[in-house]
């Protein structure tokens, strides 16, 4: 590779990795924890590749003195003047610099430093199956804690799946519960799911959570939604593959959360 489409790529890298973590924009890729690891590698790689095209120039200026100045008018005959150096392959120029095909290396990292990727949505979740593991709190003597109260009840994807499949007290009936997410169509015509997806340290870990809603149409693909509505069992008893439903009451229209994931 040409050694100043390799400073480029350091210098771009880099500063895609600062826009990207210096505004909320990183929490699209990872967990909010890890941004000033974000911003610190984002630094190195800048400052690498800055250092590496100073160097570079300067190296250059001195493998070439004549760089620096306009050459003067030769004059006398052609026997008088030197003749040009030739390089090792007899072609009359340097291929040690490499191809310049390796400046189109530069383009997706180009890309990613002036259209950043959305957040995963619904074509991820409608291919990640549904995860609800049991809790620690389903296998001791104590059980779970009493839902705080509320009418509706604000909660998260997580919650409401562990209490509907795991909680033999089913603290959900006939409470309203509020539910947040953005909207993945079912398979079946008609039928759609509030979904977050969940990451556990970055985009390439995340899976999904999703509560199918009955009673309301579907929104668009990929909009956010707040969802209120009262658990459906299905008459469903607690298992690995019980997956309740919503009856909703009402759906909310929402802006994009600043942090997507759950």
Avoid at 150 to 157: C, N, S
Wanted: aromatic content about 6%.
């Amino acid at each position: 590779m040409r050694r100043d489409v390799q400073a480029v790529l350091l210098i771009l890298i880099g500063g895609a990795l600062l826009r990207i973590s210096l505004t909320d924009m990183y929490l699209r890729y990872v967990k909010e924890g890890l941004r000033p690891a974000l911003v610190a590698a984002g630094a190195i790689l800048l400052v690498v590749g800055l250092i590496s095209a100073v160097r570079d120039g300067i190296q250059r200026r001195a493998e070439d003195p004549a760089a620096g100045h306009a050459h003067a008018p030769a004059t006398g005959s052609a026997e008088e003047r030197p003749a040009e150096p030739a390089d090792e392959g007899g072609h009359g120029h340097d291929h040690s610099a490499g191809p310049r095909a390796a400046w189109l290396l530069c383009l997706p990292v180009l890309a990613l430093f002036l259209i950043a990727p959305p957040a995963l949505g619904s074509y991820t979740a409608s291919r990640s199956d549904n995860v609800v593991a049991k809790p620690a709190a389903a296998s001791n003597d104590a059980g779970f804690p009493a839902l705080p109260p509320g009418d509706p009840l604000p909660m998260t994807l997580a919650d409401f799946l562990i209490r509907s499949v795991w909680d033999t007290t089913a603290p959900l009936k006939d409470r309203n519960v509020q539910l947040t997410g953005f909207v993945t169509p079912g398979k079946a015509p008609g039928t759609w799911y509030v979904t977050r997806m969940v990451i556990s340290c970055c985009a390439a870990d995340a899976f999904a959570r999703k509560i199918e809603v009955h009673g309301v149409a579907a929104p668009p693909t990929d909009s956010w939604v707040t969802v209120t509505g009262r658990w459906l069992p299905n008459g469903q008893t607690q298992a690995d593959d019980a997956m309740p439903a919503l009856t909703a009451t009402g759906v909310d229209h929402i802006p994009t959360p600043r942090e997507p994931y759950e």
